[in-house]
T-cell receptor, first 109, second 116 residues
Framework: GQNIDQPTEMTATEGAIVQINCTYQTSGFNGLFWYQQHAGEAPTFLSYNVLDGLEEKGRFSSFLSRSKGYSYLLLKELQMKDSASYLCAPMDSNYQLIWGAGTKLIIKP | GAVVSQHPSWVICKSGTSVKIECRSLDFQATTMFWYRQFPKQSLMLMATSNEGSKATYEQGVEKDKFLINHASLTLSTLTVTSAHPEDSSFYIC????????????FGPGTRLTVT
């Protein structure tokens, strides 16, 4: 079957760094997306990894290891507005996104 | 570019009535649109995939006669919730895939439906 595993909730301090891990199992693989979702809003795109390695985009970076079925999202210089849910969504062989429940990130001053 | 809008952003309706939600790609052509539903603190659940000019493909457990999807043009898809019940109250989100791009989906802002 297809499965996503992320921590349910994480807490971090403003200005710090946090890493959100994701392991996945899919039928085929066509890349992995990370989305940010604030409460009551739709997801917004953060990153897309299709090859192994690290993709850096400003304060956010995303890493992928296809052989391990593993990805992480790294958030630096945390700001209060980063409090949100972070969704790891791999794409299967049918180009369909597979969704987990996401990781709720709480930022404290 | 790649902006997707939804209308309405929220709606309250009485049990037994029907509600139509529109999803529009504003600055690109979307050959494929997706409809999701999300209950509080749960993951997005794909309801159906619609391709322009053809019938939607519904996920297992989603009643196609209750959730009518029409994708009549390359910029518009509609979801009609027929004979709505309180358990249909949820956050409905559409996304669109640009023509020729099989990867990224662009999400609309969502529609909050409350059935009383």
């Amino acid at each position: 079957g297809q499965n996503i595993d992320q921590p349910t909730e994480m807490t971090a301090t403003e200005g710090a760094i946090v890493q959100i891990n994701c392991t996945y199992q899919t039928s085929g693989f066509n890349g992995l997306f990370w989305y940010q979702q604030h409460a009551g809003e739709a997801p917004t795109f953060l990153s897309y990894n299709v090859l192994d390695g690290l993709e850096e985009k400003g304060r956010f970076s995303s890493f992928l290891s296809r052989s391990k079925g593993y990805s992480y999202l790294l958030l630096k210089e945390l700001q209060m507005k980063d409090s949100a849910s972070y969704l790891c969504a791999p794409m299967d062989s049918n180009y369909q996104l597979i969704w987990g429940a996401g990781t709720k990130l709480i930022i404290k001053p | 570019g790649a902006v997707v809008s939804q209308h309405p952003s929220w709606v309250i309706c009485k049990s037994g009535t029907s509600v139509k939600i529109e999803c529009r790609s504003l600055d690109f052509q979307a050959t494929t649109m997706f409809w999701y539903r999300q209950f509080p603190k749960q993951s997005l659940m794909l309801m159906a995939t619609s391709n322009e000019g053809s019938k939607a493909t519904y996920e297992q457990g989603v009643e196609k006669d209750k959730f009518l999807i029409n994708h009549a043009s390359l910029t518009l898809s509609t979801l009609t919730v027929t004979s709505a019940h309180p358990e249909d109250s949820s956050f409905y989100i559409c996304s669109a895939r640009r023509a020729g791009d099989v990867s990224e989906q662009y999400f609309g802002p969502g529609t909050r439906l409350t059935v009383t």
